[in-house]
């Protein structure tokens, strides 16, 4: 029975503490009540409070500081890592039938641009793809792509036509590391072109950048119109 009243006055100031906290009754930067103080509150164990705490920092919610206490935690920047999806699968989790088209491709050596936007260290030859990605019969998204065919050369003989670069580098190479830069930019005349909207319409766009052992492999910039396209990322409080 002792143990079962310990768990019940467990969960109820661990709920009582963290609804404060959530609320926004004690925000951030406020310090807790010392564990003594809690324990005698709440007519328990200063284990039992101890327990509490642990699990409050382990969420992300309180930081704690000996001597000086625990302190409900001040928002950080936090940065969402958007998982690397195949974009067939996403226009099909929306019930819709995908198609693609690839416009153009060229194989050529990297340029200036290139190496800025890959952080290329010296020349390596390229395949540049131009496609757009359909969904319900309507342009979802246009992708432009530069694939390091010096750390892909497999890209040089695969067929972009028929398979979208996007499912075939996920599928084939395998990454260490990618980055995300997402932001509004209002439609080229060209980019507007293929997604079937007036020039200068307001778009979400994509950039990424992914990289394995032999460095960086591709470059994409996804451009979605704006009004027809949501980001969501979900994340849980930071371990610590």
């Known amino acids: 029975m002792a143990n079962d009243r310990d768990t019940t006055l467990h969960q109820m100031i661990l709920s009582e503490i963290e609804g404060r906290i959530v609320s926004g009754e004690w ?23 101890n ?20 302190f409900v935690t001040k928002p950080r920047a936090q940065s969402a890592i958007l998982e690397l ?12 039938p995908y198609a693609y088209t690839l416009i153009a491709r060229k194989e ?13 260290a010296e020349t390596t030859p390229m395949v540049e793809l131009l496609a757009v990605h359909h969904a319900g019969g309507r342009p979802f998204c ?23 670069p996007s499912s075939w580098l996920i599928a084939q190479v395998p990454w260490s590391a990618a980055e995300n830069r997402i932001q509004a930019v209002a439609a080229s005349t060209e980019i507007a072109r ?17 990289w394995n052992h032999a460095g ?25």
């Open 27 to 49: 925000p951030p930067g406020f310090r807790l009540p010392f564990e003594v103080d809690l324990a005698e509150h709440y007519g328990c164990s200063r284990m039992t409070v």
């Open 51 to 70: 327990k509490v705490m642990t699990q409050l920092s382990k969420a992300g919610l309180i930081e704690r500081h000996r001597k000086a206490g625990s």
């Open 85 to 96: 999806h195949d974009i067939a699968a996403e226009v099909k989790s929306l019930g819709l």
């Open 108 to 120: 050529r050596p990297s340029n200036a641009e290139d190496r800025r936007l890959m952080e290329l």
């Open 142 to 164: 246009v992708e432009e792509r530069r694939i390091n065919a010096g750390v892909v050369p497999e890209a040089a003989q695969a067929d972009f036509s028929t398979n979208p």
């Open 194 to 210: 293929l997604l079937e909207q007036p020039k200068g319409t307001a778009c979400l766009v994509v950039e990424r950048r992914t």
């Open 216 to 240: 960086p492999v591709t470059f994409v910039r996804l451009n979605y119109p704006g009004g027809r396209h949501t980001l969501v990322a979900r994340f849980t409080p930071e371990q610590r």
